[in-house]
């Protein structure tokens, strides 16, 4: 019976690492797109730089899973908030004042979150034990 378990858990690992190499390299692949869309344009916005940042996130959140095993949970809200941010960049002329606020709200509950994430693992780190 244990050996079928650790044989799972090596299972999972490795499809848990393919995945993550499938996300890096369609990430590579649509930043690559992005950038010679720029270069055919002639022309870098801010939208475009938002996006790049939010690929370089998603790698960079990639990298800190494959490195420590760990998904800290700040990296999608992160990308979330550069996400709505781009948004609101790039349909701002189509955005209502409702929806403006609304949006202003979600960053605004985001950014709270993460205060509040942060404060929570500096005043009750977790130990380092393997049951956790």
């Known amino acids: 019976m244990n050996k079928i378990k650790i044989s799972g858990y090596k299972t999972l690992v490795l499809v848990e690492d393919i995945g993550l190499l499938i996300i890096a390299i369609a990430t590579i692949i649509a930043m690559s797109f992005e950038i010679g869309s720029m270069i055919q344009a002639r022309v870098v916005t801010l939208a475009d730089l938002l996006l790049l940042f939010i690929y370089l996130e998603v790698l960079a959140m990639v990298g800190i899973y494959l490195k420590s095993g ?27 004042t409702l929806r403006m606020l609304g949006l202003a709200g979600a960053v605004f509950i985001l950014t709270i979150s993460i205060l509040t994430i942060r404060y929570g693992h500096n005043v009750f780190p977790y130990s380092n034990t393997d049951d956790n």
């Open 70 to 96: 760990k998904l800290p949970v700040r990296m999608p809200l992160y990308i979330t908030i550069v996400a709505l941010a781009r948004y609101m960049i790039l349909d701002m002329k189509n955005l209502d």
